[in-house]
């Protein structure tokens, strides 16, 4: 009920200052560009929104979400239809090639969205004192195109003057610049009623406005407070590193198709002979079967309330890297849902979290970082260690052994010295990034980059050949 009063509070306060949004208007105004129906463009020039929504029929029976391509034509029938007062929808800020809203097939974001739960009267004016503020003060944010009142907190909607094209390496940078945006935006007693802050994925689906939100039984509803935005708007408020280089696009490798049988042998087998086009999965099952994937599931009892649907959500990727079985999966994650639903939190848990967490069962997150999983559900994992050492400690036990084993390794190989600064900077460091080297060594960007990769691995490999020295 307090959360219901503050939602109330939310619409007043937006009511005297700003203007409402309809829900047909408000999706159009983000995707203008989706197709219509009919129309076929080959080469992807209007990729298109995808929304999920629960259809009455479903109702009571275990299917998930059904999927819904978003058509300029016939979106104002479509919205009345499938999601106006629609009790479960979702969309994200991304248009996509096909008719899946899967990452991979994500082709633009048209807005970054984030989730700000538990805000009511008193948050809500910090937020506008601290929205469009100078970027250089402390946890100010950029002036958001829009705000959704969802029932428990805000959706804050920064939509682009021009869409970002997904490149896989913006995709990545897009993601480090949310997480940093997210901690700016996010502030216990500040902007939320709730300590944790929560971190979510750029391609997550957020409920539509117009639809209803039934764990309080409210409608979402829009009101515009800003325009659209530029990158480098939003790039201005967050930390140097974090920042998304979209100058610096995707490029393709040159290698021809011989070099990289050559070079890359493997690979050439995976993807060019066999067409697995995916990314290669550890091989995680191989090495210890299910271990990993029941070792998360007794990190139950560590989640706090804002990250219960994160943790079902970070269990089926874990069910995803060890090759569990859906059968099983589902059995485990419904027993899961059985005891997080107690966990306190003015959020109910739902059957709804339960099937929205069953979308990530895909081999497109095979690969999903142990980083990310921590951001997301605020447990910390341990990392492995090398026989009972951290990596920098191990690093420099293995320079003293190669040194007694080999104290000339290093000589007549005939490095430039700039690769040589370099390589002691990086053996020195292990941990560094390209940005640290460039800073540790004083050498330019081209000259790093040229060098960086090729240390890295030698640096792998002195590690592995001296690792099986007896006495180690």
């Known amino acids: 009920m307090a959360l219901l009063n503050s939602y109330y509070d939310i619409i007043s306060m937006l009511e005297s200052q700003y203007a409402e949004v309809s829900g047909f208007d408000f999706y159009q105004f983000i995707f203008p560009e989706n197709e219509e129906s009919g129309k076929l463009y080959t080469d992807f020039s209007h990729p298109n929104a995808v929304y999920l929504y629960q259809d ?117 940078q897009l993601k480090t610049l949310k997480y940093d945006l997210t901690f700016r935006l996010w502030q216990y007693k500040a902007t939320s009623m709730n300590k944790e802050i929560q971190y979510q994925s750029i391609n997550q689906g957020f409920r539509m406005v117009g639809s209803t939100n039934a764990k309080y039984g409210n409608t979402l509803r829009a009101f515009q407070i800003g325009d659209k935005v530029t990158l480098e708007y939003l790039n201005g408020y967050a930390e140097i590193t974090n920042r998304v280089d979209i100058a610096r696009p ?62 079902m959500m970070c269990l089926v990727i874990y069910a995803c890297k060890c090759d569990v079985p859906k059968e099983k999966l589902e059995r485990d994650l419904y027993d899961v849902y059985e005891e997080l639903r107690f966990v306190e939190h ?42 009972g050492r951290k990596q920098i400690q191990h690093m420099e036990v293995m320079r003293a052994v190669q040194r007694v084993v080999n104290p000339e390794w290093r000589q007549g190989n005939g490095r430039p010295s700039a690769e040589r600064e370099i390589w002691k900077y990086m053996e020195e460091h292990p941990k560094a990034r390209k940005i640290d080297v460039i800073r540790g060594t004083g050498f330019s960007k081209p000259t790093v980059y040229k060098y960086y990769d090729k240390i890295r691995q030698d640096l792998f490999e002195m590690l592995a050949q001296t690792d099986g020295q007896k006495g180690i």
């Not at 979106?75 to 096909?98: A, F, I, K, P, Q």
């Not at 970002?164 to 990545?172: A, C, G």
């Not at 003015?346 to 980083?371: G, K």
């Open 56 to 172: 009455g029929n479903d109702i009571g029976r275990n299917r998930r979400l059904r999927r819904r391509i978003m058509l300029a034509d016939t979106w104002e029938n479509d919205y009345v239809e499938y999601v106006e007062g629609n009790s479960m929808t979702l969309c994200s800020g991304l248009s996509y090639r096909g008719r899946r809203n899967r990452l991979e097939d994500a082709q633009r974001m048209n807005a970054l969205i984030f989730d700000l739960d538990g805000v009511g009267e008193h948050e809500l004016r910090n937020l506008f004192l601290r929205f469009g503020a100078p970027a250089g003060r402390i946890r100010t944010m950029p002036m958001p195109t829009f705000l959704v009142a969802s029932g428990g907190g805000l959706h804050v909607y920064y939509v682009f003057e021009q869409p970002i094209d997904l490149f896989p390496n913006i995709k990545l």
């Open 250 to 311: 995707f490029r393709p490798s040159r290698m021809t198709r011989a070099e990289a049988r050559e070079a890359y042998p493997e690979w050439y087998q995976r993807v060019v002979v066999e067409r697995q086009r995916q990314k290669k999965k550890w091989d995680i099952k191989g090495k210890q079967g299910y271990a990993l994937y029941e070792w998360w599931l007794r990190q139950a009892s560590k989640v706090k309330g804002g990250h219960r649907y994160y943790f």
């Open 346 to 387: 003015e959020n109910p848990l739902t059957m709804e979290d339960v099937w929205s967490a069953l979308e990530t069962y895909d081999r497109a997150y095979y690969n999903f970082t142990i980083a990310d999983i921590e951001k997301l559900t605020d447990i910390r994992i341990e990392r492995n260690k090398r026989n």
